[in-house]
């Protein structure tokens, strides 16, 4: 099993920046993928963005040019840097892990909470 833990999030004022971080524990050398989803309320949850081991990234056109994803090997950890932040972008942000044991399994952070307001 992998476990993920979240931390960073919190209020922002149009414009600003946030950085959330997701350090996954457990059995994290089967980890083949990290990345973010977020959720607002009354919608269903959507890709932010996702980052391979071997560095490749995917992100939502709506992000793309304003959050860039990273991975931080020695912490096991991935790293979701928002810049320029929209009200839009408001919504609890889950970190995902896909990892690879007899078959391929999701393992979900608890979700951290962005919220975009002046």
């Known amino acids: 099993q992998v476990q993920l833990v979240e931390s960073g999030g919190g209020l922002v004022q149009p414009g600003g920046s946030l950085r959330l971080s997701c350090a996954a524990s457990g059995r994290v050398f089967s980890i083949t993928r990290m990345g973010w989803y977020r959720q607002a309320p009354g919608k269903e949850r959507e890709l932010v963005a996702t980052?391979?081991?071997?560095?490749?990234?995917l992100y939502a056109d709506s992000v793309k040019g304003r959050f860039s994803i990273s991975r931080d090997p020695p912490r096991n950890a991935v790293v979701l840097q928002m810049n320029s932040l929209k009200p839009e972008d408001t919504a609890v942000y889950y970190c995902n892990a896909l990892y690879q044991l007899a078959s391929y399994l999701n393992s979900w952070g608890q979700g951290t909470q962005v919220t975009v307001s002046s």
């Open positions: 980052i391979t081991n071997g560095g490749i990234t």
